[in-house]
């Protein structure tokens, strides 16, 4: 079975250009979680969705950064503009809802803005 | 959020068991206690959870101390594939939704 797909798996990008990585849930999931690892923060929940919809978004560091979830099988995390400090290492989670599953993590992004 | 407390750091030689303790004093009665690894350069992995109970699955052992306050994950031969960062994590059962990830307890296996 396809586990959780994140794309690209790897970035580099100059600073203030726009980011975007992707993320495919395992099919059957609808809670989807996106998560920033640094060795400074560790790993850190940015944002939830339940049913495609925000739930938690209080991660998020600040208005830079916006997430979506137009279907069941696709979300974005956009980062707009990107500074070095942004970067680190992003993953996305999926789990099925109130089922007692644990979450299934993809292979992240490593995000490099110079 | 309740917090939980690990060592930095633990030794293990390959094929012997490895006792990886975890200290919750502040758990509530409705939270789960979760296990998650990390290997290196990949995302985290589940390994087990529980409430009240001991569990096992084909990964490891959980072992929870009767008045909850503490737990310890038990992997029964170490594997160099075991070594990893293990997260002790306290959340809700269902969904495991928001769970909030500490520093890990990093585990070196010697061959």
């Known amino acids: 079975d396809a586990g959780v797909i994140q794309s690209p798996r790897h970035e580099v990008t100059e600073m203030g250009q726009e980011v975007t990585l992707r993320c495919k849930p395992i099919s059957g999931h609808n809670s989807l979680f996106w998560y920033r690892q640094t060795m400074m923060r560790g790993l850190e929940l940015l944002i939830y969705?339940?049913?495609?919809?925000?739930?938690?978004d209080s991660g998020m560091p600040e208005d830079r950064f916006s997430a979506k979830m137009p279907n069941a099988s696709f979300s974005t995390l956009k980062i707009q503009p990107s500074e070095p400090r942004d970067s680190a290492v992003y993953f996305c989670?999926?789990?099925?809802?109130?089922?007692?599953?644990?979450?299934?993590f993809g292979d992240g992004t490593r995000l490099s803005i110079l | 959020d309740a917090k939980t407390t690990q060592p930095n750091s633990m030794e293990s030689n390959e094929e012997e068991p490895v006792h990886l303790p975890c200290n919750h004093s502040t758990i509530s009665g409705t939270d789960y206690i979760h296990w998650y690894r990390q290997l290196p350069s990949q995302g985290p992995e589940y390994v087990i959870h529980?409430?009240?109970s001991n569990v096992n699955n084909r990964m490891a052992s959980l072992a929870i101390a009767e008045d909850r306050k503490s737990s310890t994950l038990i992997l029964h031969r170490a594997t160099l594939r075991d070594a990893a960062v293990y997260y002790c994590i306290l959340g809700p059962g269902g969904s495991q939704g928001n769970l909030i990830f500490g520093k890990g307890t990093k585990l070196s296996v010697k061959p």
């Open positions: 529980g409430l009240t």
């Open positions: 989670a999926s789990s099925v809802r109130d089922s007692n599953q644990p979450q299934h």
């Open positions: 969705f339940n049913n495609n919809v925000p739930i938690d």
